[in-house]
């Protein structure tokens, strides 16, 4: 039976809290906080689980903080493959003041990581690839990781004939797609960057991604356009879905619930509207939780009735006029 593995090379303990009012030099009092796992990959295995879905989470942790954050994942009862590394996994910290409903987020950088051990996760990762299988690669890389190391994924995963999605940014994400993906989920300063050029208005996103789609070994381009929905393009569809207007609370996550949505979507063997379709589902849910919560399976179902109903009564239209 066909896998789905995430791989997140700079996982994250995430730690959320709130507080009536942020200014300078003065003790702010917090609310008790939260910790949950994080990092890209780790996301999208959280939110496999929250579909009801299961992964082989793969990544690199160390420390304190790791033994933390396995912990955590434990506790879902997901499926991990940690590559041990001397240095700590990195924690970050989101704080809501709640008197605004404003939201401060602090990334902090990733331990460095040395030849040997990101080696080792390469290793990790060719003996349990199969062909068939689905892997997501999503998020940064940490201090001491090669900018082409997603270029090293991408080779592991043709030779082994999997289906390779990439989600992460700069020069380590064009060179991961130079070396060829299945589906590429960029937002569209991400694009931007990809094709070279300062932005991308919404008139030019179609002609400038089939251009990328020619140039690069892509099969899927997912655009994602934040509360507008997504743009999905490949060699021969274009489509555009709508997101549905909710309360947003927080954007943290939204991408990788996007994503994971569609993960789950493909190992079903539904349509790639369809996959694009609950993707969007899953990334507007996450926006409905609050702090560093990912999407809540309920809020995806009735979102995901909601988009198919209006995309339906779309094509409807077009058909009638």
Known sequence: MNKIITLTVNPAIDKSTTVAGIKPNSKLRCTKPIYEAGGGGINVSRVLYELGGSSLCMYMAGGATGNHLQNLLDDLDIKQRVISIAE????????????NGQQYRFGMPGPVVNESEWKNTLEELESVLSEGDILVASGSLSPGIPVDFFAKVSTIAQRAKAKFILDSSGEALLKGVQAGVYMLKPNLGELA????VAAINFSELESLSKTFLEKNPCEILVVSLGAQGAKMITKDMVTHIAAPIVYQKSTIGAGDSMVAGMVFALAQGKSFSEMVQYGVACGTAATMTPGTQLCKKKDVEDLYKWIKENSESSEKLKINT
Do not use: I, K, Q, Y
């Open 88 to 99: 700590r996994v990195r924690e970050n910290l989101s704080v809501t003041d709640t008197t």
């Open 193 to 196: 960057a990809l094709c070279g």
